[in-house]
């Protein structure tokens, strides 16, 4: 029987993030699972659980929506969309109750039916400003790309 991919990492979205089922995590992980994340940087199975909880903590009414999920060979590569409102610490990032919508791609590599690696990109800055924990850029002001090279 073929493994559907889609449907194993959607569920991981749905159940450890949409309901707080971190349990999830050891039906469609291996034991050996390495999550690589730019944040919260490299995870074991039971970090990735915990990584998991804290942000279902944070933002307990947290949505995952599937936009687009592709699968390749042993990997399925998911973009995604998370929206919550920020009600639990967060990073060190006391509540603000602010509304949030952050943006990803999770590129889970799969050995037989579970998932043995993967990594993850997400608009961790993008969050940061929605909080009020991040500069926000003034129309006009000088960046990186805009200055003149020395």
């Known amino acids: 029987m073929a493994v559907d991919m889609k449907q194993i990492v959607r569920r991981l979205f749905d159940e450890a993030y949409g309901k707080g089922n971190s349990s999830v995590f050891d039906e469609a992980c291996d034991p050996a699972y390495r999550g690589h994340d730019p944040v919260t940087g490299d995870a074991s199975l039971e970090q990735a659980k915990q990584s998991a909880k804290g942000y279902k ?29 920020h009600q639990g610490p967060l990073m060190g990032i006391q509540p603000t109750g602010a509304r949030c919508t952050v943006e990803g791609i999770s590129i889970a590599r799969f050995r037989g039916n579970r998932i043995v690696e993967d990594w993850t990109q997400w608009d961790a800055f993008g969050l940061m400003k929605q909080l009020g924990v991040a500069p926000a850029m003034k129309a006009g002001q000088e960046t990186w790309e805009t200055r003149p090279h020395a």
């Open 57 to 85: 903590t944070a933002f307990p009414d947290l949505k995952p929506l599937i936009l687009a999920s592709y699968v390749d060979g042993d990997c399925c590569v998911t973009q995604w969309r998370m929206t919550g409102t």
